[in-house]
């Protein structure tokens, strides 16, 4: 087995691992040492793999992002007559949903995450990339109106209002996913030929 092989195998063998601790104990009683001793590794090279918690949690939920976001890419093909509004309600939706999901794992990279980084174009890959994308994915929503100011800022500011803290925040006061998401395209997207 070439070295890039062997290497590809103790990855997969650290996702595996720590998914499978992370059901028993949750994500968030569960330590990089802990995966480490686990699998049988120093924690130096634990980390030469992963820099932290949240850059594990984001590599193991990568299939679940990409499989979300071709979800909307189908929609918005499926029903590019509809208004920018509904669009982006649906959006939102899905957002809520896979939050709801995958809540602690979102939450452990929201809290293990620098995100000043992303000021630095060096360092800019290093950002999760779902929070990047559905930014982006939100984006042209904003720019189809006539006289919205920054598509940018709107796009990005909802983008991370949908964080599981706050949507959780929500449905423990009795919001289902529909009424959440329906508030949110009415904050964010009032206005959006409707």
């Known amino acids: 087995m070439s070295r890039e092989q062997k290497k590809s195998e103790m990855t997969k063998t650290i996702i595996e691992t720590a998914k ?23 924690q130096g090279t ?7 918690k949240a850059e594990l949690c984001m ?7 990409q499989a979300l976001f071709q979800r909307i890419e189908r ?3 499926e029903n590019a007559s509809c208004s920018s509004y509904e669009k982006g309600k649906y959006m939102i939706l899905e957002m809520i949903r896979m939050n709801a999901e995958h809540s602690s794992w979102i939450e452990v990279i929201f809290s293990q995450t620098d995100f000043r980084e992303m000021h630095h174009k060096e360092k800019f890959s290093k950002v999760p ?23 940018f800022f709107w796009s990005t500011t909802l983008a991370w209002s949908l964080n599981p803290i706050l949507i959780r925040t929500f449905s ?6 529909e009424q959440i998401a329906e508030h949110f395209a009415q904050v964010f997207l009032r206005g959006h030929d409707r």
């Open 46 to 52: 634990m980390y030469r793999r992963f820099s932290n």
């Open 75 to 77: 929609y918005l093909q």
């Open 172 to 177: 423990e006061k009795g919001y289902t996913d």
């Open 59 to 65: 590599t193991i939920l990568s299939t679940d992002f």
């Open 129 to 151: 990339a779902p929070f990047i994308a559905v930014q982006h994915m939100f984006e042209p929503l904003f720019k189809k109106t006539d006289g919205m100011e920054d598509p």
């Open 20 to 42: 499978r601790l992370f059901n028993i104990h949750g994500v968030e009683q569960v330590s990089m040492h802990m995966i480490a001793q686990e699998v049988g590794i120093g």
